[in-house]
């Protein structure tokens, strides 16, 4: 396989990987809202720190969003290795908030499988986003 059909494989992989991530994150928003809904206790989402939490949701889903698209376009050394660091930042962020529901006895059940697959998925994008920013070997690519 010659280097530019490498490297299209890489670029298709993220950019799956990235929309993954949203569909994903997604379907973690939506089962807190249904739990919510359930529960009738959509007070807690109407709360400072529901307000906060939903801010936060809308910033990632942006990201994984951009992500999407920005690794098909820009192909530098410098972008590759952004990637892997917002991908690393994303699995580590979700599994120490995982572990931190556990720890307090707020873990959400309904949707535990949805957020073991997110960090699943992420685990073997982030392998691929490694191996694509390290397939690099030109310096024009650095800039």
């Not at 997604?26 to 709360?47: C, F």
């Not at 994303?90 to 006895?105: D, P, S």
Request: aromatic share 12%; net charge neutral.
């Amino acid at each position: 396989m010659d280097k530019a059909t490498k490297e299209q494989e890489y670029q298709n992989f993220m950019s799956a990987g990235w929309l993954a991530l949203l569909g994903i994150s997604v379907m973690i928003g939506l089962s807190e809202l249904v739990t919510a809904l359930i529960r009738s206790s959509l007070i807690l989402l109407a709360s400072p720190l529901g307000q906060q939490r939903w801010g936060m949701f809308c910033i990632v889903i942006s990201i994984y969003a951009l992500m999407s698209v920005l690794v098909r376009l820009v192909n530098h050394i410098w972008f590759r290795w952004v990637n892997v660091a917002l991908f690393a930042f994303a699995i580590i962020f979700g599994i120490v908030h995982q572990i931190i529901h556990l720890m307090n006895g707020t873990f959400n059940s309904n949707s535990a499988i949805v957020d073991i697959a997110h960090h699943v998925v992420g685990i073997i994008v982030l392998i691929q986003a490694v191996r694509w920013a390290r397939s690099s070997g030109s310096p024009e690519e650095y800039w």
